[in-house]
C-alpha cells in the first residue's frame, strides 16, 4: 500500500507563506498574538523535578500556569552559555513571550544584558543577579529572596543538634548568595554555641553528583555531623549525608522525604507567592520593579516542617529566633565581626539588615567558617 | 563513636575510600571498552550506554523494588546499544568512530527522555560489604565499605587477563583484533568475533552506568556521568589495552578524584580547581612519560583504526 501524502504544491506554498507571515508578525514588537494573553517564559538550568534550585522554580511556573489569561512555555537543561540566548529569542520570537524568566544566575551577565536590549517590550525577570540602573537595560529586572535567613534558622537547628560541634557545608561556586548563606548557617550554630565550626567544601559546579557526593563523605570523614548545601540538586548529599549518619539541614525545596529521621529543617524557596504576583502586576499593565526583593516575612522564603529528631530546646530557639525575624530588623551580620581571614566585617554596634545590598556583594566567609572563598 | 578527629590522615584515607568508591564505573566501562579494541572496534559511544545504563538500572530497580534485577536490565540495554554499534560497523565502509560518537548522543538523549519520571523517586540500593569491622574509626570503616560490584569488576579484570592469555575465545579475539587477513586465513569469523565483542562490551558499560545511578553517588539525574564514560576510553589506551592495567589505571583516576574534596576538608583550600584537575595532569603527565620515540602505542591492537 502506498501512503498518499496530502501536500499539493499550492497548498504548501500557502502553508509556507502563512508560517513565514506568522513568524515575522511574532517577531514585530506589538503582534495580535501578545495583545491577547500573556505569554510567560522559564528557563530552567537544569531538570525541573531535581529537589532543588530548579524544582522550587519550576513549582512557582506551575501556579502562573494555573492563573487564566497566561500562557507558559517551559525549557529545561539550558546551559549557561550562548545556548540561553537562543532560547530566549526562540520564546520571544515563536511563542510571542512578553514576560522571561531566565532563573540561573550565570544567564545574566552577559546572555540577558546582551539580548535584552533588542526586545525593548520584553521584559526580563532575572534570579538573583544585582541589577542597577545605571548599568542596566531598564527592562531587565532581578528578584531574589533573603534565603540567607532561612539559612541562619537551619544553623540554630544545626548548633542544637551538632555533638562534634562541627557542621558541614557543600558549596557549588563562592558567588555572593553562597556565602551569604554560608555565613548565615555558621552565625545561627554559634548563636547557639560560640565553639561551633563550620567546614565549606566548594565543588565548583551547580551540579556534579559524583563530587557532591565526595565532598559530603570527606566532610563525614573529619567528623561533620550536621550538613546543609547549596547546589542545584541537593539529593545526592542529602542522601549521602544521611548515609552517614548525619542530621540534614534542606535548601531550595523540603527533601524531609529522602531521610525524614535525619531532615531537621531547611531553607525553601516560595516561588509562586512571587512570580503569581508578578504575572498579576503584568497582566493589569503595571511596571514590575527593576529589583524585587523578600524575605521570610514577605513570603518569598519558607521553612520546611521541623524533623522528628529536634529536641526541645532546639525547637524552642527556632521559633523564637523565627519570630523575631518575622517582626523585621533582626541582622544576621552584625558587629563585632571579623572574616576567617582576619579583616574586620563590622566594627560593635554596626549591623547589616538583611535588605542591605553590600550583603549582594559579600566576598569573604566569617571567622569560625573553615574555607576559602578561592 | 570514638576519637573522630583523625586530622591529615583523612587525606590517604579519602583517597583510598575515593579509589574504591569511584572508581567502579571506571573499572566496567574501560574493561568493557578493552574487550571492544582487543577485537578490533573502537566504541566511542560508551558514554551515551552507560548514561543510559544508569537510567536503565535506576528505572528498573525502582520498578521491581530490586536493585540487582535493575543491575541486569543495565546489562541488557547496554548490550542492545553494543549490538546496534556493532551491527551497523559490520556494514561496509562504515566509520566505527563516527559510529561511537553519534551513539553517544543517541544513548544520553534516550537516557534522558525516559529518564524524566525517575530523577524523583529513590530506588534501592545495591548492597556493599564492610571491610572495616576492625576499626573503632567510624571514618574508616566509611572507607572501607566496599560495594559488590567493584569487587566483580576485580574478578572481571583477573578472568579477562586470562582469558586473553590462555583460552581459545582469547585468541580469537586477539588474531581478530590484530589482523583481519590473518583470522580469514585461521577460519575465523571476523564481523561476528568483533559483534560480540562489542555487545559484551557495551553490556560491560551498562553495569558500570548501573553502579552510578544505583550505589554511589546513588541516585538518577542528568548530570549523573561528568564524563566517565569518555575518560574510561582513554584509560584503555593508558592502560596499553591490558585488563589488569585497566583495573589500577581506574583505582588511581577514582583516588586522584577524592583529592580535591578530602584537601578542602582538612584547610588546604587554595586553588581547589587545580585539584579538581588533578587526573587530568596526572593521565597527560603518565602518558608522556610512558611514550616511546621510536614505536607506536604499545600493545595496540593491530587492526584498530586509529593504528592501521
Known amino acids: 500500500m502506498t501512503v498518499r501524502i496530502p501536500l499539493h504544491r499550492r497548498t504548501f506554498l500557502k502553508a509556507a507563506g502563512a508560517s513565514a507571515l506568522g513568524v515575522a508578525a511574532s517577531a514585530l514588537p506589538f503582534s495580535a498574538a501578545r495583545a491577547s494573553g500573556l505569554t510567560v517564559g522559564f528557563i530552567y538550568v537544569g531538570p525541573k523535578d531535581d529537589y532543588g534550585y530548579n524544582q522550587a522554580h519550576a513549582e512557582g511556573a506551575a501556579a502562573v500556569k494555573a492563573m487564566s489569561g497566561v500562557t507558559v512555555v517551559e525549557e529545561e537543561n539550558v546551559p549557561e552559555t550562548v545556548d540561553v540566548q537562543k532560547s530566549m529569542e526562540s520564546m520571544i520570537n515563536f511563542d510571542g513571550a512578553a514576560l522571561l524568566f531566565p532563573t540561573s544566575f550565570g544567564y545574566f551577565d552577559p546572555h540577558i544584558l546582551a539580548v535584552a536590549p533588542k526586545y525593548k517590550d520584553v521584559r526580563f525577570e532575572h534570579c538573583g543577579g544585582l541589577w542597577s540602573a545605571d548599568k542596566h537595560p531598564a527592562n531587565t529586572g532581578s528578584y531574589f529572596g533573603y534565603i540567607g535567613m532561612g539559612q541562619y534558622l537551619n544553623g540554630i537547628a544545626a548548633g542544637h543538634m551538632t555533638k562534634s560541634k562541627k557542621i558541614g557545608f557543600v558549596a557549588a561556586k563562592p558567588i555572593p548568595q553562597v556565602l551569604l548563606n554560608i555565613n548565615s548557617f555558621l552565625l545561627g550554630a554559634r548563636a547557639v554555641d560560640p565553639a561551633i565550626t563550620c567546614r565549606v567544601i566548594f565543588t565548583g559546579e551547580w551540579s556534579m553528583a559524583v563530587k557532591e557526593a565526595e565532598a559530603t563523605n570527606a566532610l563525614a570523614d573529619q567528623g561533620v555531623d550536621v550538613v546543609t548545601c547549596h547546589v542545584d540538586g541537593p539529593k545526592v548529599v542529602m542522601e549521602t549525608a544521611a548515609g552517614r549518619g548525619a542530621y540534614l539541614c534542606g535548601y531550595h525545596a523540603n527533601q524531609a522525604p529522602l531521610a525524614p529521621e535525619k531532615y531537621l529543617t531547611g531553607a525553601e524557596w516560595n516561588w509562586a507567592e512571587v512570580y503569581t504576583g508578578m504575572v498579576k502586576q503584568a497582566l493589569a499593565g503595571e511596571t514590575i520593579g527593576n529589583f524585587v526583593r523578600g524575605g521570610l516575612a514577605e513570603g518569598f522564603v519558607k521553612m520546611s516542617p521541623l524533623g522528628p529528631a529536634m529536641t526541645d530546646a532546639a525547637r524552642k530557639q527556632f521559633a523564637a529566633t523565627h519570630a523575631e525575624i518575622m517582626k523585621g530588623g533582626f541582622a544576621v551580620i552584625k558587629g563585632p565581626l571579623k572574616s576567617n581571614a582576619g579583616k574586620v566585617i563590622a566594627t560593635a554596634g554596626q549591623s547589616f539588615q538583611e535588605s542591605d545590598v553590600a550583603l549582594e556583594r559579600m566576598d569573604y566567609l566569617v571567622e569560625g567558617v573553615l574555607g576559602a572563598t578561592s | ?308
Request: hydrophobic letters at 55%.
Open chain 2, 1 to 308: 563513636m570514638s576519637e573522630s578527629d583523625i586530622g591529615l590522615w583523612s587525606v590517604p584515607l579519602a583517597m583510598l575510600g575515593g579509589a574504591i568508591r569511584v572508581s567502579t564505573p571506571f573499572i566496567f566501562v574501560s574493561l568493557g571498552e578493552c574487550l571492544t579494541e582487543r577485537s578490533g572496534r573502537i566504541n566511542l559511544g560508551l558514554e551515551g550506554v552507560l548514561v543510559f545504563g544508569a537510567m536503565a538500572g535506576y528505572g528498573v530497580a525502582y520498578e521491581t523494588g530490586s536493585a540487582w534485577i535493575g543491575v541486569g536490565a543495565a546489562a541488557m540495554a547496554g548490550g542492545a546499544f553494543g549490538a546496534l554499534h556493532g551491527w551497523l560497523c559490520s556494514l561496509p565502509k562504515v566509520n566505527d568512530i563516527a559510529i561511537g560518537i553519534a551513539l553517544m548522543l543517541l544513548g544520553m538523549g534516550l537516557a534522558f527522555f525516559f529518564g524524566k519520571p525517575y530523577i524523583q523517586p529513590v530506588a534501592p540500593d545495591l548492597p556493599a560489604i564492610s571491610f572495616g569491622w576492625w576499626s573503632d574509626a567510624p571514618q574508616v570503616v566509611a572507607a572501607l565499605k566496599v560495594n559488590v560490584l567493584f569487587l566483580a569488576g576485580f574478578a572481571l579484570a583477573l578472568a579477562m587477563a586470562w582469558m586473553f592469555r590462555a583460552t581459545r575465545i582469547g585468541l580469537a579475539v586477539r588474531v581478530v583484533g590484530d589482523s583481519d587477513d590473518a583470522a580469514r586465513a585461521l577460519g575465523l569469523k571476523v564481523n561476528q568475533t568483533r559483534f560480540a565483542a562489542t555487545v559484551a562490551g557495551g553490556a560491560l558499560a551498562g553495569v558500570g552506568g548501573a553502579y552510578l545511578s544505583l550505589y554511589y553517588p546513588g541516585s538518577w539525574n542528568e548530570g549523573i556521568s561528568s564524563g566517565q564514560g569518555l575518560m574510561a576510553v582513554a584509560l584503555v589506551i593508558f592502560a596499553r589495552w591490558n585488563p589488569i592495567a585497566c583495573f589500577w589505571a581506574a583505582l588511581l583516576f577514582g583516588g586522584a578524584g577524592a583529592l580535591g574534596p578530602a584537601l578542602q576538608s582538612v584547610g588546604v583550600t587554595q586553588g581547589y580547581y587545580l585539584f579538581y584537575a588533578a587526573p587530568y595532569v596526572l593521565t597527560l603527565g603518565l602518558l608522556i612519560a610512558t611514550s616511546s620515540t621510536t614505536r607506536q602505542l604499545t600493545g595496540a591492537p593491530g587492526a584498530l583504526s586509529i593504528t592501521r
